[in-house]
């Protein structure tokens, strides 16, 4: 089945192709990437891409100084068919000022800390790159209207396990309905929560878990995503100072996947929006990355038979004997319901 809608303008022609040489794994630690700087580009400079679209970057440059500016790039021939997208640290030569008219080349893609990825379907080798080195994820849903889908929420959490990215949830649209229930459901994944209603968004406490973050905003059409972001990152910022002045098409498409600051006084964080993307495909993914962040049960998992899928039917998995020996506690019981849910969440 696939959940992946079809709306792929945000995706640059190339984006289909991922190849391994840029593919990193997952690197939950986030350091920092390593530069390749090809010879001959010595005098290329450093740049975050904002945004795509058409094979035109928007990308930031000398962030956080006099002359931080946006400029308008486009890939150099000799980057071949590499995908780059919204959040990729890039190298760049030619034209830099930023003035109109100008156009500067990338002529570099620096080692990627996490790719989150989708694949067409759940069954298609074909993946598609979606965001560069998020280190955390949003998912946003509503507790009623569209009414909340515990295996949309799987999906989203199994995509963020396997990209490395910590997951975050907001519930929104409390006003409507009791999201306590629904929630129970995640009691096992210790992920964080945020309730979100009319009146009451919690902008404080959700810029507070932002700030020195990427975070990507993950969430079905009209959960209220939009509502959020707009309460987080005041819309001047958006409007002025990541797709405007660079595309000159003036305004914020609602295709494309865009990086956004928000900030806090001194400090700053990244939300990354993704709008048009409703869910992934998971036929990429791996389960060992799923397990592994089930950082108490990857510990357990080690004294699993060989090739153990971990899974509720297999035999002699020590993570089910933990648990039934009472070695995980009180939350034991939930921790591996929600792996054996996960797991299955793409297995199936
Ligand atoms: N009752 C209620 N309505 C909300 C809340 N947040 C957003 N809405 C409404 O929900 C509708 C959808 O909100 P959007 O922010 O456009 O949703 P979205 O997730 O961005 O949807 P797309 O733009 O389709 O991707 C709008 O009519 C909002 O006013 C909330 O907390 N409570
Ligand atoms: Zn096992």
Not at 101 to 123: F, P, Q
Not at 197 to 225: N, R
């Amino acid at each position: 089945m696939s959940w992946w809608a079809d709306d792929t303008e945000d995706d640059e022609p190339y984006a289909d192709y991922d190849e391994s040489s840029i593919r990193v794994r997952p690197n939950p630690k986030g350091n920092r990437p390593r530069t390749k700087i090809r010879p001959g580009h010595s005098d290329a400079v450093p740049g975050q891409i904002l945004g795509v679209d058409r094979g035109r970057f928007t990308v930031l440059l000398d962030a956080d100084t006099d002359a931080e500016r946006t400029i308008t790039a486009t890939r150099a021939r000799e980057l071949g068919k590499k995908a780059m997208v919204t959040g990729d640290r890039v190298r760049l030569v030619g034209d830099v000022s930023g003035h109109e008219g100008t156009l500067a080349r990338i002529v570099s893609i620096d080692e990627r800390r996490t790719l989150l990825r989708r694949s067409a379907d759940d069954t298609d080798a074909v993946e598609r790159v979606l965001v560069a080195n998020a280190d955390q994820m949003l998912i946003v849903i509503a507790a009623a209207n569209p009414e909340p889908r515990i295996r949309l929420v799987d999906r989203y959490l199994v995509a963020a396990f396997d990209a490395g990215i910590r997951p975050l949830l907001c519930v929104t649209k409390t006003d409507l309905a009791d999201p306590g229930e629904f929630l129970h459901n995640f009691a096992g994944l210790s992920v964080t929560t945020f309730l979100s209603g009319e009146g009451s968004f919690p902008v404080e406490e959700i810029t507070a878990e932002l700030l020195g973050h990427e975070t990507v905003f993950v969430g079905h059409s009209g959960v209220g995503k939009s509502t959020l972001i707009n309460a987080l990152v005041p819309s001047a910022e958006r409007a002025t100072g990541v797709v405007n002045t660079v595309t000159g098409r003036g305004r914020h498409t609602s295709s494309s996947t865009v990086s956004l600051r928000l900030r806090d006084g001194e400090r700053s964080g990244w939300v990354v929006d993704t709008p048009g993307v409703r869910s992934f495909g998971l036929g990429h993914v791996n389960p060992d990355n799923i397990v592994r962040s089930f950082t108490d049960l990857a510990e357990i998992a080690l004294e699993c038979p060989r090739g153990c899928t971990h899974r509720a039917d297999a035999p002699d998995c020590a993570i089910a004997q933990a648990v039934r020996e009472g070695r995980l506690g009180d939350v034991g019981a939930a921790r591996i319901d929600s792996l054996h849910r996960l797991l299955e969440t793409f297995a199936t």
